[in-house]
């Protein structure tokens, strides 16, 4: 592991933006991978109720104080959005699943002294993600 993604995972919670219903998409494998490593985790969702029997909330700015860690799975151009609202919220990790990066969201991650993982790692790989 990366020391960007040992720091990612110091959070006390990790929010899902991108979090889906479809257990096919990546968005809910990603949540289901927190589930499976027993981690705490938020679903970013801002269609459902809930997800894998946890509940949503509608975006970044609504996750929980204990929340310094977010995976993204959204398109480039959402992803730097969501950026701008982690920010402003004061989330300190951002990683972007691959198909998720962007340039710019990067560069505005950097800039704001966040810790990004951008660089084609997949939380499924890193922590062992097993589809049941």
């Known amino acids: 592991m990366t020391p960007a993604?040992?720091?990612?995972?110091?959070?006390?919670?990790?929010?899902?933006?991108?979090?889906s219903e479809d257990r096919s998409k990546f968005g809910n494998k990603v949540l289901r991978c927190y589930q499976e490593n027993r981690k705490s985790v938020i679903p970013v969702n801002p269609k459902a109720a809930?997800?894998?029997?946890?509940?949503?909330?509608?975006?970044?700015?609504?996750?929980?104080?204990?929340?310094?860690?977010?995976?993204?799975?959204?398109?480039?151009?959402?992803?730097?959005?969501?950026?701008?609202?982690?920010?402003?919220?004061?989330i300190r990790n951002i990683?972007?699943?691959?198909?998720?990066?962007?340039a710019a969201a990067v560069a505005r991650c950097e800039a704001a002294g966040v810790n990004v993982i951008a660089d084609h790692s997949c939380i499924l790989v890193?922590?062992?993600?097993?589809?049941?």
């Not at 990612?8 to 990790?14: C, G, L, N, Q």
């Not at 990683?95 to 962007?102: F, N, R, V």
């Open 126 to 132: 890193v922590l062992g993600f097993r589809d049941h």
């Open 50 to 90: 809930s997800i894998e029997g946890i509940p949503c909330v509608a975006s970044v700015a609504d996750l929980p104080d204990n929340v310094n860690s977010i995976s993204v799975i959204t398109p480039p151009l959402i992803t730097e959005q969501v950026v701008e609202a982690a920010i402003t919220r004061g």
């Open 95 to 102: 990683w972007m699943q691959p198909g998720a990066e962007s």
């Open 5 to 19: 993604i040992q720091t990612f995972f110091t959070s006390a919670a990790f929010g899902v933006v991108g979090a």
